[in-house]
């Protein structure tokens, strides 16, 4: 049975604080995500101090401070980073985080980390691309606000730098928060997997889970999820995040989805099933009093459950037979 990797995404909803960061790494744990992935960066080195908000995170946050004090106050110290991953070994789930600079991914390689995330923003980083590339490791890349060339450029940084096909996993995305419905587009996960032969997922920004468990249901072996202790905690990615009961319902359909499409793919009874056949199927059965050598047809004949007598297919070849023996009303059609 395939095993999607579903990625808790808690990336700044800690607000700054390391409590909090510590109480989401104990809800996806809960949950039963595979990772939990917050965000590692130094504030300087990613935005200049003019940087304006994006219109979600104005809507969110207010339009009364740059993106940079913004993103300042959700910083998070190297330092706590290290309890943080200590935190999610303790709870038995893998830390992951993204870094948005070199001195962020230098920090991330000391962790030995499982793979790489690279953003949706970063896609178009040239240098980036090639820093991520050099620790070896595998990587999955956002694609949100990208097209399919952009998608294949970067993709071919990362393979002329050194990873090969099965390193890199390419996961849909829409960089909305939340995603309208009429912007999934999921269909174009299918396209990148034709187009570059990659591993494919989703990273989703939508309400609620139905998109994440249908990606799953197309293919996708990636699922990244934004998640949240309380929708209404001030920041900018809250409001379009799951609260804890919703992640772990994510979570549980997901492994029901797995497990429901993971079968043989053989059109043939389950062992649940076979069980109901003679039950709920039907069986050939004299309709009135049937005499010994009276001839069956279409009037004293009929087709009833259970289905443990002469199968319904073979009407034709009943029809004109002589009865061998007597049969009352109901009775199971016999020929020997």
Request: with cysteine.
């Amino acid at each position: 049975m395939r095993h999607v990797t579903i990625i808790a995404e808690a990336g700044v909803n800690h607000n700054g604080s390391l409590e909090n960061a510590k109480k989401l790494v104990e809800v996806a744990a809960e949950a039963g995500a595979d990772f939990v992935k917050f965000q590692t960066f130094k504030t300087e080195l990613n935005l200049t101090k003019n940087a304006k908000k994006a219109g979600y995170q104005e809507k969110s946050t207010g339009v009364g401070e740059s993106q940079y004090d913004m993103v300042k106050k959700l910083e998070l110290s190297y330092d706590e980073f290290l309890l943080v991953k200590k935190h999610c070994d303790s709870h038995g789930i893998k830390f992951l985080s993204t870094g948005f600079d070199s001195p962020s991914l230098e920090f991330l390689e000391t962790l030995s980390p499982e793979f790489y995330k690279i953003p949706s923003g970063e896609i178009t980083n040239l240098p980036y691309l090639r820093k991520i590339a050099s620790f070896g490791r595998n990587v999955i890349m956002s694609t949100g606000m990208a097209n399919i060339q952009e998608v294949k450029n970067a993709f071919e940084v990362l393979r002329n730098e050194g990873l090969s096909e099965d390193q890199i996993s390419i996961i849909h995305c829409n960089t909305e928060y939340p995603t309208p419905m009429e912007d999934v587009n999921l269909r174009a996960m299918l396209n990148i997997k034709e187009k570059l032969g990659v591993q494919v997922g989703y990273s989703d920004h939508t309400l609620g889970i139905e998109v994440s468990t249908a990606a799953v249901a197309m293919g996708a072996m990636i699922i990244e999820k934004h998640f949240t202790l309380d929708r209404n905690m001030p920041g900018p990615d809250h409001s379009a995040s799951l609260e804890p009961v919703e992640l772990k319902n994510m979570v549980r359909a997901i492994r029901n989805i797995e497990i429901a499409i993971g079968g043989s793919g053989i059109k043939e009874p389950s062992p649940s099933e076979a069980k109901n056949k003679p039950i709920a199927r039907k069986s050939i059965v004299a309709s009135q009093k049937i005499l010994k050598g009276e001839v069956f047809s279409i009037e004293n004949l009929s087709v009833k459950r259970p289905g443990t007598g002469i199968s319904p297919m073979k009407w034709d070849e009943v029809i004109g037979l002589k009865a061998i023996r007597d049969f009352r009303e109901d009775d199971l059609i016999e020929l020997v």
